[in-house]
């Protein structure tokens, strides 16, 4: 199975940004996206991109966060701008193991996922 490790989370101000990555074990050519999950909150799907680089967003923070994946694809990213502080969660990026359908945000079609990285954000 393919792990999946972030890195990038940490304190920031409201209005300030964050990159998150997420780093794979090896060559994903399948649907990835980003998760977060606050305490108390049940984990909600944020974007997604498929393997030719089509995207979906959440629409909350649609137009403040972006993601992208690195021409190897092996590295995701999620660039987060204008930040609020309820964006504040446990972020978390996932894959698509095996069939699946459409490359959408809250998919329920991934399998695989990494060990999270902490986001807060402060007024």
């Not at 999950?37 to 991109?49: D, H, N, T």
């Not at 969660?89 to 695989?112: K, L, R, W």
Request: aromatic share 12%; charged share 15%; with cysteine.
């Amino acid at each position: 199975q393919v792990q999946l490790v972030e890195s990038g989370g940490g304190s920031e101000q409201a209005g300030g940004s964050l990159r998150l990555s997420c780093t794979a074990s090896t060559y994903i050519n399948r649907c990835m996206a980003w998760f977060r999950q606050a305490p108390g909150k049940q984990r909600e799907g944020i974007a997604s991109i498929t393997s030719t680089g089509s995207t979906t967003y959440e629409d909350s923070v649609k137009d403040r966060f972006t993601i992208s994946q690195d021409r190897s694809r092996i590295t995701l990213y999620l660039q987060m701008n204008n930040l609020k502080p309820e964006d504040s969660a446990m972020y978390y990026c996932a894959a698509y193991s095996s069939g699946g359908g459409y490359c959408y945000y809250n998919s329920p079609y991934f399998t695989v996922w990494g060990q999270g990285t902490e986001v807060t954000v402060s007024s």
